[in-house]
């Protein structure tokens, strides 16, 4: 007999998922070695930036007051009484129409309140003594850079959570983080199911395909900042893959099985849910591709039954599991970025359920455009490698047209979303 | 004396040290390290996909002809002569009303031409004998995935020089990719240069900031796929640097120096070009930040001497060694993307230089919007950690208001573009 399965609406999928979502512990890590970590602490500024007055340019620290009657008839000379290279602090305090030789970076001397550039100015020598002129007045505070003015004491630089760019690592280093506090990828294990399955080095044979689900899904846990674990390819045999499912869960923060969930007679996983005594959030969702995907959790830990098909796979792999590895590295934006598109090409077949249609937007004359690519079967391997995005086609919508709006998820985006998007969705 | 330099427009400094740009050597690496590489060499489909004739469904296999008559209200019997899992081959050829029970991904029986699906069926036995009824009529080729339609023998699937994303990888498994030929990471070593710089663990002192330059160039080489080798930071000691900068050269594929390349009394690397016999390229650019920035050539190997402002520093990078990583590592579009974006807030200053501002863009409404961020002094750190993009405004241009169209270069994005972009710079 065939199991009756009742569909459940993509938010609601989501939000059971949720519910079991955790959080990661901490792990100190090398500055070098955060690129592209989550950070898991606020970052606080324990100085101010720049922590000093300084120079930012090559030139002469004055008082600008010496300047006032300075112009191209009058140019005024200027003693200059010391030479500052950054890193360098001057133990003169200047008085009236005297300069310091100042190096970009460097801290203003004592008494100055402004900054000539170099090339603004004339040195020359009197008696021995160096002397630099110039042609215009300047005003106090022209040409330094205010301590603080960049970022004060106590400031949040950054979040927790945010994923570390090349600007966050150089706002850590400004700040003496030479250790920083990420946090721990989760470890997913991955386990494919299906005789039909060869290894990737195995030659084809009539019948038989190769895994190719294990590869993309330890790819795909890479880019959500997780660790992915490969716990193997098993035959369809249901005490050798309870056996299996039943130990991996163990060992791992979640566990992602592909193949196995649908309502064909060597499909085991729903028996081993039941052996497992797994409470089963869903087996059936309102979208192609993905239907079959089942989520069920054992003792607070999530187990994601993805379908085999590689397209259903990927969209389970990055609506289900994606927002549950991004939680527990502390972002506040676990979900895939949606972004409003207009499509380029008429999409004209209804759609019972949420249809999540492989494609590519581009940007294109201040527009965001988004065209589908090529076929929308959900064993269509090929245009998984072209997709940068899923176009997003509501369940009881009856076809789209060429400029219309519609809904995309970005794929290759790390900035992320909050659960907002899916409010659009039946 | 204060040399006097000609700055050079972004453009042709650009295509100056495009004209040194090198090809990398491929090496082979596990399929599962592959993520994030880039491709040494063509993946051709050395197979079609699907390989058979196979079934996309759980269902039943029949021939087309026997469902003709078939309706509600005359269902028309089938017996099931055999049951197949993916990864079977069935031994029998049916005949005239028959059916093969079938899952989904299995190979079609001979003599089948559609397949209908479990749901539409209704099983049952007699005289020991299994039976499914159906109801409605198919056509040939009914719910059939065939062999090819995917992909045909023969096809290039992806060129070389593509970024391995989770897609890719993907496909890689399917044509038995186990080992994958990518292009060797170039090292890029790294010396920072300055007696104002402090290591990153050192405590605050007057006048000295930490060294922040060094692991923000880090994090930005290997977002742009090179492997960075940090050599170490430099007081401002002629003789020291030039040993360092010479050594260095001999032992990496690029090398990177901040700092020092102004016109300060403590800006060594001038003369350290000189004593090397170094073709300098350019020591002036017309840009802001990172007028500074000097290429120079020593050998065919390309020495990027970036300026110490971070802003600058993080500019220079992006514009200049970002397209020599890229190339290396085989990329056709080995530029940061340039995309047309919507100017949300007035930026009024006149702009005597092509300027690259720090910026967010976001897409908001199917539009591509940009805005600028905080304070555009070249020493502000913190801006850095918010900016996904440079915002271009073009030499000689008078300010930008809000609503106006503008170029954006798109910082994050793995995508990258030909170098069409400079087109419209001066």
Chains 1, 2 share one sequence.
């Not at 720049?50 to 030139?59: H, I, K, L, T």
């Not at 005024?76 to 290279?85: A, L, N």
């Not at 972002?331 to 895939?336: D, G, N, Q, T, V």
């Not at 047209?401 to 659009?424: C, H, P, R």
Request: proline share 5%; aromatic share 8%.
């Amino acid at each position: 007999m065939v199991e009756k399965r009742k569909p459940l609406a993509v938010k609601e999928a989501i939000e059971r998922v949720l519910k079991y979502s955790v959080h990661g512990e901490s792990e100190q890590v090398d500055l070098q070695q955060s690129y592209g970590r989550f950070l898991a602490v606020d970052i606080i500024a324990d100085h101010p930036v720049p922590p000093f007055d300084r120079s930012p340019y090559d030139g002469f620290a004055i008082r600008s007051i010496d300047t006032k009657y300075a112009s191209t008839d009058h140019p005024v000379d200027f003693e200059v009484i010391d030479e500052i290279g950054a890193g360098s602090v001057s133990e003169f305090t200047i008085g009236e129409m005297q300069a310091v030789r100042i190096m970009t970076g460097a801290q203003i001397p004592s008494g100055c309140d402004a900054v000539v550039m170099l090339e603004l100015t004339k040195v020359f020598q009197k008696a021995g003594r160096d002397y630099m002129s110039l042609k215009r007045s300047f005003n106090k505070g022209d040409n330094i850079s205010f301590k603080g003015e960049d970022t004060q004491y106590g400031n949040i630089l950054v979040k927790k959570g945010a994923y570390i760019s090349p600007g966050i690592i150089a706002l850590l280093a400004t700040f003496g983080y030479a250790k920083v506090a990420v946090v721990k990828k989760p470890q997913i294990g991955i386990i494919a199911t299906g005789s039909e399955l060869l290894d990737v080095d195995e030659p084809l044979v009539p019948g038989k395909i190769r895994n190719s689900n294990s590869y993309m899904i330890d790819a795909q846990a890479r880019r959500s900042g997780a660790e992915p674990v490969y716990l193997g390819k098993l035959v369809d045999d249901l005490k050798k893959c309870y056996e299996a499912v039943k130990v991996a869960l163990e060992n791992v923060d979640f566990l992602i099985t592909t193949g196995g969930v649908s309502v064909g007679d060597f499909d085991y996983l729903p028996e081993i849910y039941k052996r497992l005594g797994a409470n089963v959030l869903f087996n059936k969702v309102a979208m192609r591709p993905g239907s079959v995907t089942t989520v069920a959790e054992v003792n607070g830990k999530l187990l994601f039954g993805l379908s085999g098909n590689p397209s259903a796979c990927f969209v389970g792999f990055e609506l289900f599991v994606r927002p549950i590895i991004r939680t527990f590295l502390n972002s506040e934006r676990a979900h895939l970025q949606r972004v409003t598109a207009i499509l380029e090409e008429d999409f004209l077949k209804p759609n019972p359920f949420t249809r999540f249609v492989r494609g590519r937007i581009s940007l294109t004359a201040g527009k965001v455009v988004a065209s589908p690519i090529g076929l929308d079967k959900s064993n269509v391997v090929t245009s998984l490698a072209d997709a940068n995005a899923f176009i997003v086609l509501p369940g009881g919508t009856r076809g789209y047209k060429t400029g219309d709006n519609i809904d995309v998820l970005l794929i290759d985006d790390q900035t992320g979303s909050e659960f907002s998007w899916a409010e659009s969705f039946k």
